[in-house]
């Protein structure tokens, strides 16, 4: 089944726990090894979207203390409109550039 993350809307506020995204908690090996087999999520990282990873060590709630556990969060946000421009102009001027040279090469 294909990934379709709902991007969290541009300058949401407050809580995004009914949002679409993963929570991942224990050790820092076991958050490595699954955050590395969620590659597919790498395509939402792009100019229109972007990813939102946070990493922390975990804290008791009723102390503040540091834990030995780790917790990680992934979701997909959706850019700005600024963003948005931005990445389209880069996006087709490195498109020219590449035509460009594929032209001259072939000459």
């Known amino acids: 089944m294909r ?4 991007p969290v809307v541009y300058k949401h506020e407050g809580s995004t726990y009914d949002e679409d995204g993963i929570r991942i908690t224990g050790s820092k ?12 999520l790498l395509e939402y990282e792009n100019g229109s979207t972007r990813l939102q990873v946070v990493y922390k060590q975990s804290t008791d709630r009723h102390t503040g203390e540091l ?7 992934v979701q997909v946000h ?5 963003a948005k421009m931005m990445n389209a ?8 550039t590449g035509a460009k040279r594929n032209y001259i090469s072939e000459l």
């Open 89 to 96: 102009v880069i996006s087709g001027a490195y498109d020219r």
């Open 29 to 40: 090996q076991w958050i490595d090894s699954v955050l590395s087999r969620l590659k597919g």
């Open 3 to 6: 990934l379709a993350p709902c």
């Open 67 to 73: 834990m030995q556990s780790y917790n990680a969060y």
């Open 78 to 82: 959706e850019r700005g409109g600024e």
